[in-house]
């Protein structure tokens, strides 16, 4: 899961700032973002926090949490933690020590909470001023509230087995850790049961569960994508294609020596994006969802929801291709069947942390594969909304050495054909990429090697036939091709230095 705090910049902000007021700046960015509209969620899904299991809640002196899991603040950072712990997973935040002198400045905290907030103190002015605004008092001697310094994810969880026991966080515990401790930490304290074998599913669809339909939706991509190349590299044109043209590919060779070779060029990446998105999903299926991880679901769930209703794009270039279609009828009843329900039963297995230097080189790779799934998506966006207007880039209408409007005097059907694929390549990279940056975001944990593998083979289908179409036949401008080489870049250095902790041996320690 995501923790954006590194300790290269941890040390760096500590020596300029101190360490009171790095953490007091780290807070106040996390409360920032959270007091926004939708950015308390956005922290929450960020950071892979989900609704802990029932065993972990509890009481903090006598107040009913969800989690018995918080933070332990002086007054002076109150305000700050109070507005930013909620939607890190967080169940209890604790002011101490507060004197007297501190009873203003607690009130303000506590304005407008949506955590709860208890107060240690052994001054009777103190707690009779903030009877009314703080939700309990905690004691100094309160054996069941345990005070960690140490960001050791596996002790906390180990603590949380009893449970009378409250877990209560330094701050520099967060600044050391990251702000996903504390998902962390309820990860590793929930129970698990083992995942289910494919022969356990038995032959009735109607008993199957739903991480099956999704492997299903996987391997239909990844056969209709390699399908798809075929008849790209063979006839190029079929029956309804040359129908709908009105010519043969003869003709449109004759026409441009170079169309034939433009339009291969589109439908081989659009072909090795299918294939992308079929590694992704059945990664996501196997790996995810099969484990009970709900995030898993959603990310199929949302990258589907983008790449299905791209079918529709034809009501604005007028060409309904009948395979893609019929593609699209067939996988989309089992794309509903995988997600018409949550995972009920988590299946992971908590795993030992590893290497601090390990796990901080990972989280560099992660932020470069998250920051390449997000430009993916840019470039999605911006190719599905030329294919549907202009059609044509500067670059393409200099390859084929003609303009827009000879082409559409060639054929008056010739451009909204290459429409029709420019925006469908458009769709389904959007679609891709939303399960990229989704997976790079919310599954990155120690031993999870399917995800090394997922976004490994889907970065070779989707840029190793973009890179070769245009060599071979010769569409090299490189300003039109230096997204795909900085998406090379980031996604080999991102899976380099996330390797040895993704695809690390869950048995060493």
């Known amino acids: 899961m995501p923790d954006w705090t590194y300790h290269p910049l941890?040390?760096?902000?500590?020596?300029?700032?101190?360490?009171?007021?790095?953490?007091?700046?780290?807070?106040?960015?996390?409360?920032s973002i959270g007091s926004r509209p939708g950015g308390a969620r956005l922290i929450a899904r960020g950071f892979g926090h989900r609704h802990p299991p029932r065993r972990l809640a509890g009481e903090v002196a006598g107040v009913p949490v969800a989690v018995r899991l918080g933070i332990s603040?002086?007054?002076?950072?109150?305000?700050?933690?109070?507005?930013?712990?909620?939607?890190?997973?967080?169940?209890?935040?604790?002011?101490?020590?507060?004197?007297?002198?501190d009873v203003e400045t607690v009130r303000r905290a506590a304005a407008g909470r949506a955590i709860p907030l208890v107060v240690r103190t052994t001054d009777p002015v103190a707690e009779a001023g903030l009877k009314p605004h703080v939700d309990g008092f905690t004691g100094d001697d309160d054996p069941r509230l345990l005070q960690v310094s140490d960001p050791s994810v596996t002790s906390a969880a180990a603590a949380l087995g009893d449970p009378d026991t409250v877990v209560l966080a330094r701050p520099s515990v967060l600044v050391s850790a990251g702000p996903g401790w504390f998902a962390r930490v309820t990860e590793a304290a929930t129970p698990t049961e083992p995942a289910p074998a494919l022969k356990d599913a038995g032959l009735?669809?109607?008993?199957?569960?739903?991480?099956?339909?999704?492997?299903?939706?996987?391997?239909?991509?990844?056969?209709?994508?390699?399908?798809?190349?075929?008849?790209?590299?063979?006839?190029?044109?079929?029956?309804?294609?040359?129908?709908?043209?009105?010519?043969?590919?003869?003709?449109?060779?004759?026409?441009?020596?170079?169309?034939?070779?433009?339009?291969?060029?589109?439908?081989?990446?659009?072909?090795?994006?299918?294939?992308?998105?079929?590694?992704?999903?059945?990664?996501?299926?196997?790996?995810?969802?099969?484990?009970?991880?709900?995030?898993?679901?959603?990310?199929?769930?949302?990258?589907?929801?983008?790449?299905?209703?791209?079918?529709?794009?034809?009501?604005?270039?007028?060409?309904?291709?009948?395979?893609?279609?019929?593609?699209?009828?067939?996988?989309?009843?089992?794309?509903?069947?995988?997600?018409r329900r949550a995972p009920h039963t988590p299946r992971w297995r908590a795993v030992p942390e590893g290497p601090e230097r390990e796990r901080r080189r990972a989280?560099?790779?992660?932020?470069?594969?998250?920051?390449?799934?997000?430009?993916?998506?840019?470039?999605?966006?911006?190719?599905?909304?030329?294919?549907?207007?202009?059609?044509?880039v500067p670059t393409d209408l200099t390859f084929l050495g003609t303009s827009g409007h000879a082409l559409e005097a060639v054929d008056s059907r010739l451009v909204p054909f290459v429409a029709h694929d420019r925006a469908g390549f458009g769709g389904a990279l959007m679609s891709a990429a939303v399960a990229i940056?989704?997976?790079?975001?919310?599954?990155?944990?120690?031993?999870?090697?399917?995800?090394?593998?997922?976004?490994?083979?889907?970065?070779?289908?989707?840029?190793?036939?973009?890179?070769?179409?245009?060599?071979?036949?010769?569409?090299?401008?490189?300003?039109?091709?230096?997204?795909?080489?900085?998406?090379?870049?980031?996604?080999?250095?991102?899976?380099?230095?996330a390797r040895p902790y993704l695809c690390a041996r869950t048995s060493d320690g």
């Open 73 to 101: 603040v002086p007054p002076s950072l109150a305000r700050e933690t109070v507005h930013a712990m909620a939607p890190l997973g967080a169940g209890v935040v604790e002011v101490a020590p507060v004197t007297a002198a």
């Open 363 to 392: 989280l560099v790779g992660q932020l470069l594969l998250v920051a390449t799934g997000v430009g993916l998506f840019i470039g999605g966006a911006v190719i599905s909304v030329v294919g549907l207007t202009g059609v044509f």
């Open 204 to 339: 009735d669809p109607r008993r199957w569960p739903a991480w099956i339909w999704a492997l299903l939706v996987g391997l239909g991509m990844t056969v209709a994508g390699l399908g798809a190349a075929a008849i790209t590299l063979g006839p190029v044109l079929l029956w309804y294609d040359r129908d709908y043209l009105g010519m043969t590919l003869h003709e449109l060779h004759a026409a441009n020596h170079h169309l034939v070779h433009f339009l291969q060029h589109d439908r081989i990446t659009m072909a090795g994006t299918m294939v992308a998105i079929g590694a992704l999903y059945t990664g996501l299926a196997v790996g995810g969802v099969r484990q009970g991880w709900s995030w898993a679901r959603e990310a199929y769930l949302l990258s589907g929801a983008i790449g299905f209703p791209t079918l529709f794009y034809f009501l604005v270039t007028g060409f309904v291709e009948p395979l893609h279609t019929a593609t699209a009828l067939v996988l989309f009843p089992m794309f509903v069947a995988g997600v």
């Open 437 to 497: 940056t989704l997976v790079s975001l919310w599954g990155w944990r120690r031993g999870e090697a399917w995800v090394f593998w997922s976004l490994a083979v889907a970065a070779a289908a989707g840029f190793l036939p973009a890179v070769m179409v245009h060599g071979a036949i010769h569409y090299t401008d490189f300003a039109h091709l230096a997204p795909v080489y900085l998406g090379i870049v980031l996604t080999a250095t991102g899976l380099l230095l």
């Open 10 to 31: 941890r040390g760096a902000a500590a020596a300029l700032l101190g360490e009171r007021r790095s953490q007091r700046t780290a807070l106040r960015l996390l409360a």
